[in-house]
């Protein structure tokens, strides 16, 4: 009875740790802390209403995943990428966005065929809007629902890792503050939807991995503070 009681105090224990890294790594995440600016753990601790042990453990697996900076008696910080890794970073989103766009263009036809109509659609009315925000949100639903259109788990797995370190969120907030980037994106969005739906797995990726690329010279303009003298693409 007593082994059982402390295994599920362990269980839940470990689920309540799982939710407060899940918690704490969407607040990285989001933007809502910019990269450097300090993570307190005391105030984490108060903020989510746990002690300050489950927020250290939880700190550092996300320092073991790139998104922040833990200081030995300075304190945690969102992590700033140098411009290097941000290149590397996008260099392996275009490899796998490439090949999921390629995967689904192999496919019959699926729900993720509408998805991507309507999110070009709707991306089109934030562009005209000049949603910033709005549209941020549909480029991530936009390159999600062709990694899970890919239907190959392995695939969706890396993505989700690559995206966590690469903060692609927060990029993406940055690059399309600028309206000529945000309407060449959508182009390029509905160029890759048009050689998936004419089934053409060479075209679509090939015009995923030029969109990616874009991508990844606009995010490369973007100052990487710590790392001023790094010239970018």
């Known amino acids: ?11 839940q224990a470990n689920g309540n740790q799982g939710s407060l890294l899940d918690k704490l790594r969407k607040l990285v995440l989001s933007g809502e802390y910019p990269p450097g600016a300090p993570l307190p753990e005391l105030f984490l601790a108060e903020e989510f209403d746990v002690s300050r042990t ?21 304190g945690t910080f969102v992590r700033i990428p140098t411009r290097r890794e941000i290149v590397e970073l996008f260099q392996l989103k275009e490899s796998l966005e490439g090949l999921a766009a390629s995967l689904l263009a192999r496919r019959g036809p699926v729900p993720e065929l509408d998805r991507l109509r309507r999110n070009i659609e709707a991306s089109e009315g934030a562009e005209r809007r000049g949603d910033s925000a709005k549209y941020a ?9 062709i990694v ?6 392995k695939l969706r797995e890396h993505y989700g890792r690559l995206m ?6 927060r990029i993406v907030l940055e690059t399309v503050e600028r309206p000529a980037r945000m309407r060449a ?4 969005h509905q160029s890759v939807l048009d050689a998936i739906l004419e089934k053409d797995p060479t075209g679509a990726e090939l015009a995923m991995r ?24």
């Not at 949100?137 to 629902?145: D, I, P, S």
């Not at 966590?164 to 969120?169: R, T």
């Open 1 to 11: 009875m007593q082994e059982t009681l402390q295994a599920k105090t362990q269980e």
């Open 54 to 74: 489950p927020v250290r453990e939880a700190l550092k697996q996300l320092e073991n995943e790139g998104l922040v900076e833990i200081r030995p008696k300075v």
């Open 137 to 145: 949100e549909l480029v991530h639903e936009f390159h999600w629902t």
């Open 148 to 153: 899970n259109g890919s239907d190959n788990s």
């Open 164 to 169: 966590n370190q690469l903060a692609y969120h």
């Open 185 to 188: 994106s959508i182009r390029e």
């Open 210 to 233: 030029g969109h990616v690329n874009a991508s990844s010279l606009a995010a490369a303009r973007i100052e990487a503070p710590e790392a001023p003298d790094v010239t970018g693409n």
